[in-house]
């Protein structure tokens, strides 16, 4: 039983583990495979916000691979102070062989992990989102068929996908470039963790997003108001000026770059439709392969 709570969590060789299973997952499902690996398990899906690719990929990997999955609400499963924490983790546990949590704090997710006593997914929390950067390694390693002597470039807010994103950088060996505003940066106590994790870790931060883009294979954005901070939508637009991933910035990176977003996004916003559209945009394979990424993470836990 292992669980995948964070990225951090993780070894390299754990990193490895998974990204090949869901290569070789993908593979055969491509040649009409269905292995029953999950035959008879249960997911349980505990979701404190809303989702479509995390939640959706999940129960298919789960009907995919022989098994079956319950989905709860952080409301439905009285997280909300209805009983303890542990006590529901405990009660969960008992009815499934596997549990997917999408939460607010990092650490509800660490506490299932205490208690529940079967293996724990991090479908994201406010602090990271592991399964979409495992994922997102995936869809980089196909595209470009290696790891070696990329260099991803994250523009936008310094937020939980940006964390995933440079952490599994630093597993996989890919260099790793941010762009953010001021007081938007990733926090300095994570770059601190960060660098001394990854000491080969190459790390680039700056505030002018065409700095960052510079000589760089990928191009990442995501939303820059997440889910939870609805309130600060206005004034973060504002803060946020200039930091659109258009046609102008993608032409700042390598010629051959490729556009990234792990969705869902506010086009005409962090995104222009064009570059999201066109031909260098990877976003949809991207969502694919949170499929396939689910299905490796859950076979990887249970064993
Ligand atoms: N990328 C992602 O996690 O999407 P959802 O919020 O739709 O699950
Ligand atoms: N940063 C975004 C990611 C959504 C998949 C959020 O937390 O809302």
């Known amino acids: 039983m292992r669980h995948l709570t964070s990225l951090f969590n993780l070894s390299s060789e754990d990193v490895r583990e998974i990204l090949a299973l869901a290569s070789d997952l993908k593979s055969r499902l491509r040649r009409g495979e269905r292995p029953a690996l999950l035959a008879g398990h249960v997911l349980t899906q ?62 509800l997710i660490e506490d299932f992990a205490r208690w529940s006593g079967k293996p724990v997914i991090n479908g994201l929390s406010n602090d990271c989102h592991p399964c979409q950067a495992l994922a997102d390694a995936l869809t980089i390693f196909e595209a470009f068929g290696s790891f070696e002597g990329l260099r991803v470039a994250y523009i936008g807010d310094g937020n939980n996908v940006a964390v995933s994103l440079a952490e599994v950088c630093g597993h996989v060996g890919m260099n790793f470039s941010i762009g953010t505003p001021p007081e938007y940066e990733l926090p300095r106590s994570f770059i601190e963790q960060l660098k001394q994790r990854f000491p080969k870790l190459d790390v680039l931060e700056s505030n002018d997003p065409y700095a960052a883009a510079a000589n760089a294979d990928v191009i990442y954005t995501d939303v820059w108001a997440s889910m939870g901070q609805e309130d600060e939508k206005e004034a973060r637009q504002k803060d946020f000026k200039g930091f659109q991933v258009d046609t102008a910035l993608m032409q700042s990176a390598h010629r051959k770059a490729r556009f990234m977003h792990c969705l869902p996004a506010r086009r005409g916003l962090e995104v222009s439709n064009d570059v999201m559209d066109g031909p260098q945009s990877l976003c949809f394979p991207q969502a694919e392969n949170r499929m396939h990424l689910a299905k490796a993470a859950l076979v990887w836990g249970v064993q």
């Open 46 to 107: 505990v979701f404190e916000k809303p989702s479509l690719r995390t939640r959706l990929s999940f129960d298919a990997a789960m009907m995919q691979l022989g098994g079956s999955s319950i989905f709860l609400t952080g409301k439905d499963a009285g997280l909300e102070g209805r009983e303890a924490v542990s006590d529901v983790a405990r009660v969960i546990g008992g009815y499934s062989d596997i549990i997917a949590l999408r939460t607010f704090k990092q650490s």
